[in-house]
């Protein structure tokens, strides 16, 4: 029977990198009793024509457009996604305007757990949320 079953299911954020989050924190929790599912990026752009620079850059079907938000998602695994993103970003020289955010679902056997893992990755000073 798989994990997620029997267990809560959070979509964690974190500006910045996602397993060097999440890892440490889970240290001491067995790992039969985890589970990481999708991954991904949002990349937050300050206006529509930022945001027209990456779209006409990026491959198609890599990343998901929504008209009218100034956000791109990308649901490929980070380090990946990230490959494709940061060179356009620095070609374009819109790094500086960009705010860059990993998820991940993760399946934990309680909302405690969540909660306790939220809690390790803040006192780590991650800023990270989950939904």
């Known amino acids: 029977m798989p994990l997620q079953n029997n267990s809560v299911a959070h979509i964690y954020i974190v500006l910045g990198d996602i397993m060097q989050a999440i ?10 009793d985890v589970q990481i599912a999708e991954t991904g990026c949002a990349v937050g752009f300050e206006n529509d024509s930022d945001l027209a620079l990456l779209r006409l850059a990026m491959p198609p079907g890599i990343a998901d457009f929504d008209d009218g ?24 020289s819109l790094q500086d305007r ?9 399946y934990l056997p309680t909302a405690q757990h969540h909660d306790r893992l939220m809690q390790m990755m803040r006192g780590a000073g991650v800023d990270a949320y989950f939904s």
């Open 98 to 106: 960009v705010q860059i955010a990993e998820f991940a679902r993760i």
């Open 23 to 32: 890892m440490p924190a889970l240290a001491g929790l067995p790992l039969a």
């Open 69 to 92: 938000d100034e956000t791109i998602v990308i649901l490929a695994d980070p380090p990946y996604a990230r490959s494709l993103v940061d060179p356009v970003l620095h070609q374009c």
